[in-house]
Protein backbone atom coordinates (compact mmCIF):
# COMPACT_ATOMS: atom_id res chain seq x y z
CA UNK A 1 0.00 0.00 0.00
CA UNK A 2 0.98 3.44 -0.90
CA UNK A 3 0.30 6.01 1.37
CA UNK A 4 -0.88 9.47 0.68
CA UNK A 5 1.90 12.66 1.56
CA UNK A 6 1.03 12.29 5.48
CA UNK A 7 1.29 16.59 5.06
CA UNK A 8 -1.52 16.38 2.82
CA UNK A 9 -3.69 14.40 4.84
CA UNK A 10 -3.04 16.99 8.24
CA UNK A 11 -4.25 19.69 5.59
CA UNK A 12 -7.47 17.94 4.50
CA UNK A 13 -7.81 16.95 8.28
CA UNK A 14 -7.88 20.85 8.99
CA UNK A 15 -10.36 21.16 6.34
CA UNK A 16 -12.75 19.43 7.23
CA UNK A 17 -12.49 20.37 10.87
CA UNK A 18 -12.59 24.12 9.54
CA UNK A 19 -15.97 23.75 7.91
CA UNK A 20 -17.24 21.95 10.85
CA UNK A 21 -16.33 24.89 12.69
CA UNK A 22 -18.11 27.03 10.18
CA UNK A 23 -21.37 25.12 10.60
CA UNK A 24 -21.19 24.85 14.48
CA UNK A 25 -20.81 28.42 14.65
CA UNK A 26 -23.17 29.33 12.25
CA UNK A 27 -26.03 27.24 14.40
CA UNK A 28 -25.33 28.64 17.52
CA UNK A 29 -25.35 32.42 16.17
CA UNK A 30 -28.97 30.93 14.96
CA UNK A 31 -29.78 29.52 17.76
CA UNK A 32 -28.81 32.49 19.41
CA UNK A 33 -30.56 34.57 17.71
CA UNK A 34 -34.06 32.44 17.69
CA UNK A 35 -33.27 32.74 21.98
CA UNK A 36 -33.19 36.69 21.83
CA UNK A 37 -36.08 37.08 18.72
CA UNK A 38 -39.78 39.00 20.43
CA UNK A 39 -41.09 35.93 19.73
CA UNK A 40 -39.34 33.40 21.79
CA UNK A 41 -40.83 35.72 25.25
CA UNK A 42 -42.59 33.05 27.86
CA UNK A 43 -46.12 33.51 26.95
CA UNK A 44 -46.49 32.54 31.18
CA UNK A 45 -44.34 31.07 33.62
CA UNK A 46 -44.82 28.04 32.37
CA UNK A 47 -42.90 29.06 28.62
CA UNK A 48 -39.20 27.90 28.78
CA UNK A 49 -38.37 28.04 25.40
CA UNK A 50 -35.75 30.31 25.38
CA UNK A 51 -34.20 29.54 28.04
CA UNK A 52 -33.71 25.86 27.10
CA UNK A 53 -32.38 27.80 23.07
CA UNK A 54 -29.85 29.72 25.04
CA UNK A 55 -28.68 26.64 26.55
CA UNK A 56 -28.61 25.04 23.01
CA UNK A 57 -26.64 28.09 21.99
CA UNK A 58 -24.04 28.17 24.61
CA UNK A 59 -23.34 24.21 23.82
CA UNK A 60 -22.91 25.44 20.43
CA UNK A 61 -20.53 27.91 21.65
CA UNK A 62 -18.64 25.99 23.85
CA UNK A 63 -17.89 23.53 20.81
CA UNK A 64 -17.51 26.19 18.73
CA UNK A 65 -14.54 27.02 21.42
CA UNK A 66 -13.17 23.84 21.66
CA UNK A 67 -12.77 23.69 17.80
CA UNK A 68 -10.78 26.60 17.75
CA UNK A 69 -8.04 25.36 20.11
CA UNK A 70 -8.17 21.96 18.63
CA UNK A 71 -7.56 23.60 15.10
CA UNK A 72 -4.85 25.67 16.52
CA UNK A 73 -3.50 22.54 17.79
CA UNK A 74 -3.27 20.76 14.84
CA UNK A 75 -1.90 23.53 12.49
CA UNK A 76 1.44 23.21 14.92
CA UNK A 77 1.08 19.32 15.19
CA UNK A 78 4.64 18.16 14.42
CA UNK A 79 4.28 15.19 12.20
CA UNK A 80 7.28 12.29 12.96
CA UNK A 81 9.04 10.94 10.50
CA UNK A 82 8.68 7.42 10.99
CA UNK A 83 10.85 4.24 9.87
CA UNK A 84 9.77 1.04 9.30
CA UNK A 85 10.89 -0.14 12.61
CA UNK A 86 9.56 2.51 15.31
CA UNK A 87 7.10 2.28 17.51
CA UNK A 88 3.95 3.98 16.13
CA UNK A 89 2.74 7.28 17.59
CA UNK A 90 1.05 10.57 16.75
CA UNK A 91 1.08 12.03 13.32
CA UNK A 92 1.70 8.27 12.06
CA UNK A 93 0.11 6.95 9.33
CA UNK A 94 -0.74 3.14 9.26
CA UNK A 95 -1.56 0.60 7.00
CA UNK A 96 -4.15 -2.19 8.46
CA UNK A 97 -4.76 -5.44 7.25
CA UNK A 98 -8.02 -6.91 8.14
CA UNK A 99 -8.85 -10.11 6.62
CA UNK A 100 -8.12 -9.52 2.79
CA UNK A 101 -8.64 -5.63 3.07
CA UNK A 102 -6.20 -2.97 3.71
CA UNK A 103 -6.96 0.38 4.91
CA UNK A 104 -4.81 3.32 5.98
CA UNK A 105 -5.13 5.42 9.17
CA UNK A 106 -3.67 8.39 10.66
CA UNK A 107 -3.25 8.79 14.40
CA UNK A 108 -3.97 12.34 15.06
CA UNK A 109 -5.35 13.94 18.37
CA UNK A 110 -8.52 15.23 17.25
CA UNK A 111 -10.97 14.43 14.34
CA UNK A 112 -11.62 10.92 14.71
CA UNK A 113 -13.81 8.99 12.80
CA UNK A 114 -13.62 11.31 9.85
CA UNK A 115 -13.03 9.90 6.39
CA UNK A 116 -10.97 11.61 3.90
CA UNK A 117 -9.41 11.07 0.26
CA UNK A 118 -5.95 12.35 0.34
CA UNK A 119 -3.72 12.45 -3.11
CA UNK A 120 -6.39 9.03 -4.33
CA UNK A 121 -6.12 7.40 -1.26
CA UNK A 122 -8.79 7.04 1.56
CA UNK A 123 -7.77 7.61 5.22
CA UNK A 124 -9.74 7.38 8.56
CA UNK A 125 -8.86 9.56 11.04
CA UNK A 126 -8.17 7.68 14.71
CA UNK A 127 -7.65 9.03 17.82
CA UNK A 128 -5.50 7.95 20.93
CA UNK A 129 -8.36 7.99 22.85
CA UNK A 130 -10.33 5.83 20.34
CA UNK A 131 -10.50 1.83 21.03
CA UNK A 132 -8.40 1.36 17.61
CA UNK A 133 -6.02 4.53 18.49
CA UNK A 134 -5.23 3.13 22.01
CA UNK A 135 -4.30 -0.33 20.38
CA UNK A 136 -1.90 1.08 18.24
CA UNK A 137 0.18 2.90 20.24
CA UNK A 138 3.44 2.06 20.89
CA UNK A 139 3.09 -0.97 18.53
CA UNK A 140 5.22 -1.91 15.26
CA UNK A 141 5.17 -3.10 11.94
CA UNK A 142 4.29 -6.89 12.03
CA UNK A 143 2.22 -7.02 15.35
CA UNK A 144 -1.38 -7.97 15.62
CA UNK A 145 -4.01 -6.29 17.13
CA UNK A 146 -7.66 -7.02 18.42
CA UNK A 147 -10.12 -4.43 18.99
CA UNK A 148 -13.66 -4.71 20.54
CA UNK A 149 -16.09 -1.98 19.20
CA UNK A 150 -19.66 -2.68 20.05
CA UNK A 151 -19.10 -6.18 21.18
CA UNK A 152 -17.40 -7.13 17.96
CA UNK A 153 -13.91 -7.72 18.04
CA UNK A 154 -11.97 -6.94 15.22
CA UNK A 155 -8.34 -8.57 14.40
CA UNK A 156 -5.77 -6.22 11.95
CA UNK A 157 -2.22 -7.03 11.37
CA UNK A 158 0.27 -3.58 11.28
CA UNK A 159 1.71 -3.55 8.18
CA UNK A 160 3.53 -0.60 7.47
CA UNK A 161 4.06 3.20 8.95
CA UNK A 162 5.29 6.00 8.09
Same mark, same amino acid.
Given at each position: ????????? +??? +?? *?? +????????????????? $?????????????????????? +????????????????????????????? $? $?????????????? *??????????????????? *??????????????????? &???? &? $? *???????????????????
Amino acid at each position: MEFPDKRHV +LEK +LI *DS +LSATLAHVTNAAEEIRK $DATHEEAKPENDKDTRALEQSY +LARGQALRAESMVEQLQLLRTFDLPKLKP $D $DVIQGGALIALEEG *DSTRCVFLAPYGGGTGLEV *DGKQVTVVTPVSALGRALL &GRHV &G $D *DIDVKVRNTVRSYSVIKIA
